[in-house]
């Protein structure tokens, strides 16, 4: 069995579809995504949870816009704060099985070192700081933990050559290099950004040599067959 980490980019709007009091919360989707993971760390995989703002974030930042205009770093903070409250859910489900620390900045040196001294097969992130999406923060814990590979659960099959909520004859692609998908995505990130993989976080990944899978995250089945190195129904980007 493989002993190396598998980073995975989990959309918040995946467990949070709906920013509402009654069912806001996909609760079915959370327990089947337990019951997945835990299968996989009992084979004896390692993963990093990393977790997005998805709706929560979008919300606040919207309805903030509607009362002043904040700056891009105060937006930044807001989708930070979302990300760790995500993160937080995510984290008490796996309480037993998770670092009881949740990864909500940079980790130092020593630290770092204590974290790989354990034996631990789950460690939950959320935001850090601002500027650093959560595309980036993904690509640099792979980094640090010497995963090849990060899974990019959200809310899109594939990579597109444009965007399919826009052009209905928008094509899928299945493959594509990092510097030919910087092509499709804005040159710049800012605080919300819609896409795949940010900018920053891409031009990380082509040089840390990590490569990225595209995928719905509510499809778990294919969720792992990518976990797990098969062939999956999504986008490579290497």
């Known amino acids: 069995m493989n002993k190396q980490f598998t980073v995975i980019g989990f959309g918040g709007s995946l467990m949070i579809p709906k ?5 806001g919360i996909n609760l079915a989707y959370l327990k089947a995504f337990r019951a997945f993971l835990k299968s996989q760390m009992k084979a004896g995989r390692k993963f ?19 009362l ?36 909500d900045r940079k980790p130092t040196v020593e630290e ?14 959320g935001g850090w700081t601002p500027g650093w999406s959560t595309d980036f923060i993904s690509m640099n814990l792979a980094s640090m933990f010497g995963a090849k590979e990060v899974i990019d659960a959200g ?31 804005p040159a710049d990130w800012t605080p919300g950004l819609a896409a795949p993989i940010d900018p920053v976080a891409s031009k990380f990944a082509e040089k840390a040599g990590i490569t990225a899978k595209i995928l719905r995250g509510d499809d778990l089945q ?3 067959k990518a976990v797990e190195g098969k062939t999956f129904e999504g986008t490579i980007i290497m």
Request: net charge positive; aromatic share 12%; charged share 35%.
């Open 19 to 23: 920013f509402q009091e009654e069912d």
């Open 48 to 66: 990093i949870v990393v977790v997005g703002g998805g709706k929560t974030c979008r919300v606040y930042q919207k309805e903030a816009g509607k």
């Open 68 to 103: 002043t205009k904040p700056s891009d770093r105060m937006l930044d903070w807001i989708g930070i704060r979302a990300t760790h409250l995500n993160a937080s859910l995510i984290q008490t489900i796996f309480e037993k099985e998770a670092y009881p620390e949740l990864f």
């Open 112 to 125: 770092l070192k204590k974290m790989l001294r354990e034996n631990t097969s789950l460690y939950v992130a």
């Open 155 to 185: 809310d899109i099959r594939y990579v597109y050559d444009k965007d399919p909520k826009k052009f209905t004859d928008a094509k899928p692609i299945k493959r594509i290099s990092w510097k030919d998908y910087r092509k499709l995505i």
């Open 222 to 224: 294919n969720m792992k």
